[in-house]
Nanobody
Framework: QVQLVESGGDSVQAGGSLRLSCFASGYTRLVAWFRQVPGKEREGVAAITQGGTKYTAGSVRGRFTISQDSARKTVNLTMEALEPEDTAIYYC????????????????????WGQGTQVTVSS
């Protein structure tokens, strides 16, 4: 069983930066960040494998960076040049088994989810 705890959500102005952190208890092979705006589908933002391979959605590439601290079992999402459109609840998700290639940003890949952390970007 994997438990995920997110932190770092906050309210910032456009152009600002935030770093979200996800602490994972238990064994994980793939960890991702998703975001969701009320009334819309959950969107995969970035993912990272146990070996450090990264996947980033085109909508945030160049602004968001995923990284991991294996010793602390933490996966971070560094968000820069934030835009009001980035406002959402951000969720950490993880999987411990195999996954279908190219599904790293699909929510169906992940059986474990955190409770979410709110990010609000004002213009």
């Amino acid at each position: 069983q994997v438990q995920l705890v997110e932190s770092g959500g906050d309210s910032v102005q456009a152009g600002g930066s935030l770093r979200l952190s996800c602490f994972a208890s238990g064994y994980t092979r793939l960890v991702a960040w998703f975001r969701q705006v009320p009334g819309k589908e959950r969107e995969g933002v970035a993912a990272i494998t146990q070996g450090g391979t990264k996947y980033t959605a085109g909508s945030v590439r160049g602004r968001f960076t995923i990284s991991q601290d294996s010793a602390r079992k933490t996966v971070n999402l560094t968000m820069e040049a934030l835009e009001p459109e980035d406002t959402a609840i951000y969720y950490c998700a993880a999987g411990s088994g195999d996954w279908t290639p190219s599904s790293e940003l699909s929510e169906r890949t992940y059986p474990y989810w955190g409770q979410g952390t709110q990010v609000t970007v004002s213009s």
